[in-house]
């Protein structure tokens, strides 16, 4: 790589504050991370009611499950409330993301047939520097893309974990979702415990089996949080920070950046497959699930038979274990792919940059009639 020349002028964008505005505006990139805060802030404060409910005896125990049914439940509305903003924040900038990105295959389009009207690609074989906040996008499995053939590589890569998350795994919970909402609706105060044992049972029989898969970022998303119980049957990212980066790339032609730019709306309609069919479905199933637990709670205390108090608290639980099997991949996915899309946008339009359109002497040297 010595030998060839590195070019400075992608390093600043001097010319990508529209751009930086249209797709990732400052005022969206806040109120993201906001809002990751406020979901941390409302599952931690259920948590804490949930711990302080395990110590309660059975005597006295239904006017206090329903006390704490009601507060837990208003944590619960006001996480997925945060939830369903967050997605929809982020549904939009991927949406102006497609903009940018069919903006730009016009502009590839226009270079690519009229090929007399603009100056060839003068860089080719060289290497353009990346800006510094662009050059962890564009690592995966700890490995650097360079050129075009390992970018392309690695969206591949990105895709299919993309599709893991907003297909196969989504439709796993929320068929888990579903498993645990109908057996909420026969359970009672005398069968609670049976029922909790039965779902518990299944749930750990309906595991994921897809193999770990990997993100452009440096991102792994695997199964299996770490965490114990049933919290630990959720996809995880594993996001590392790539320390060293040369932070070179080898101009792309035309024809390369046209493909670059076909593959991220691929993944981009991945995205809008999951907005109209499973997101719906997990908020679908979110909703049923705490209705179906407050019917549950309001026959605590109600017919024969001996109750359970860890029985109803832990069923009760499965409001929260839905949530966070939810919650972490999901978000992070579309997170972690707004952020990467939007710097390899910022290199691609500087690579295209490149083809300048030229002046014309005169209309008969655009025709070639004259040299």
């Given amino acids: 790589m010595e030998d060839m020349e590195i070019l400075n002028q992608g390093e600043q964008h001097p010319d990508h504050q529209d751009l930086a505005e249209f ?18 802030e409302h599952i931690a404060a259920a948590e804490g009611l949930s711990v302080a409910i395990e110590a309660i005896a059975l005597e006295g125990v239904v006017e206090t499950i329903k006390t704490y049914w009601a507060k837990f439940v208003a944590f619960l509305k006001k996480i997925w409330e945060k939830i369903v903003k967050f997605f929809e924040l982020h549904f939009t900038t991927l949406g102006r993301q497609r903009l940018h990105i069919n903006r730009m295959m016009k502009k590839i389009k226009s270079i690519s047939t009229n090929p007399g009207v603009y100056q060839s690609l003068e860089k080719n074989g060289r ?16 490995k650097e893309c360079t050129n075009f053939a390992m970018l392309a590589a690695g969206l591949e890569q990105t895709k299919a974990a993309v599709k893991m998350v907003t297909e196969d795994y989504s439709k796993h919970i929320s068929d888990r979702g579903t498993l645990i909402s109908q057996a909420m609706i026969t359970a009672i105060h005398s069968n609670a415990q049976g029922i909790l044992a039965r779902i518990t049972e299944e749930l750990e029989h309906a595991a994921f089996s897809h193999s770990p898969a990997n993100m452009l970022g440096n991102v ?22 790539a320390t060293g980066l040369e932070g070179v790339f080898k101009y792309m032609t035309i024809e390369e950046l046209a493909k670059i730019y076909l593959s991220m709306e691929s993944i981009l309609d991945n995205i809008d497959t999951f907005k109209d069919g499973e997101y719906k479905e997990i908020i679908a199933r979110a909703n049923e699930l705490m209705a179906n637990s407050d019917k549950f709670v309001k026959s605590v205390g109600q017919g024969e038979g001996e109750g359970n108090a860890a029985a109803y608290h832990e069923l009760l639980a499965m409001n929260k ?5 939810i919650k972490a991949p999901t978000t992070d996915v579309i997170r972690h792919l707004t952020t990467t899309f939007f710097h390899i946008s910022l290199e691609a339009e500087d690579n295209i940059n490149q083809f300048q359109q030229q002046g014309a002497r005169n209309l008969f040297t655009v025709l070639g009639l004259m040299p």
């Fill in 321 to 325: 274990h839905y949530l966070n099997w």
């Fill in 220 to 241: 792994t998303v695997k199964y299996g949080s770490g965490e114990q119980g049933l919290d630990s049957y959720r996809l995880v990212l594993q996001e590392r920070k």
């Fill in 23 to 40: 797709i990732l505006s400052h005022q969206s990139l806040e109120e993201s991370k906001a809002l990751l805060v406020e979901i941390a």
């Fill in 127 to 142: 290497m353009m520097k990346l800006g510094e906040s662009s050059a962890q996008s564009f690592v995966i499995q700890d």
